[in-house]
């Protein structure tokens, strides 16, 4: 069965303190995998898309990593803010259109 | 706009009845999909646009949820004898068919809620 799983949960960090978020999954045939971040209230928000080839990639304070062979990806946040607190979706296509979606980590970032 | 937009932003029903969400795709998108979102969760996929047709509906929970598009552009989820487990926030998503990494832009989402 396709699925996605995220951890921690939820996570709460001290503002400018880095964290890193968790993503496995069991989906395949892979595609790509992306990271989204969602607002209390509002629509999920792309961050990063990985393919099968992509290690590593970058978006401002947001990195992502990707592990083809073990499955596995993980979103660090650098010198974090308090607009940082939201949840943080990871979702894993295959070839066709299936998107298998996590269930999200809900991050807050304390003063 | 630019963004997908999604109307109404709150709707609130009494169980049994009939409501429609709408869904305004970025213009130029192929792609439209529907999602449900119940708090503390993902959004769980119910059908998939491309063009005119319903290129995937096996999300749907069963025969009292529909959804049309028959312009290609805007799209309706229609939902019968609603239920008080119906009740969620709605995510529209479009993609251009074109992006070979088929991102998906995200509406505001409508929350519906059942009495």
């Known amino acids: 069965k396709n699925q996605v799983e995220q951890s921690p949960q939820p996570l709460i960090i001290l503002e400018g303190k880095n964290c890193t978020l968790q993503?496995?999954?069991?989906?395949?045939?892979?595609?790509?995998l992306r990271w989204y971040k969602q607002d209390t209230g509002r629509g999920p928000v792309s961050l990063t898309i990985?393919?099968?080839?992509?290690n590593t990639k970058s978006n401002g304070r947001y990195t992502a990593t990707l592990d083809a062979d073990t499955k596995q990806s993980s979103l660090h946040i650098t010198a974090s803010q308090l607009s940082d607190s939201a949840s943080y979706i990871c979702?894993?296509?295959?070839?066709?259109?299936?998107?298998?979606f996590g269930p999200g980590t809900r991050l807050s970032v304390l003063p | 706009g630019a963004g997908v937009s999604q109307t109404p932003s709150n709707k609130v029903t009494e169980k049994g009845k009939y409501v429609e969400l709408r869904c305004d795709p970025i213009?130029?998108?192929?792609?439209l999909y529907w999602y449900r979102q119940s708090l503390g969760q993902g959004p769980e996929f119910l059908i998939y646009?491309?063009?005119?047709?319903?290129?995937?509906d096996s999300g749907l929970p069963n025969d009292r949820f529909f959804a049309v598009r028959p312009e290609g552009s805007v799209s309706t989820l229609k939902i019968q004898r609603t239920e008080r487990g119906d009740s969620a926030v709605y995510l529209c998503?479009?993609?251009?068919?074109?992006?070979?990494?088929?991102?998906?832009?995200f509406g505001p989402g409508t929350r519906l809620t059942v009495l």
């Open positions: 646009f491309q063009g005119t047709g319903a290129a995937d």
């Open positions: 993503c496995n999954y069991t989906v395949s045939p892979f595609s790509n």
């Open positions: 998503a479009s993609s251009p068919r074109q992006d070979s990494y088929n991102e998906q832009f």
């Open positions: 979702v894993v296509k295959d070839y066709g259109q299936n998107f298998v």
């Open positions: 990985m393919t099968f080839s992509e």
């Open positions: 213009s130029g998108h192929t792609a």
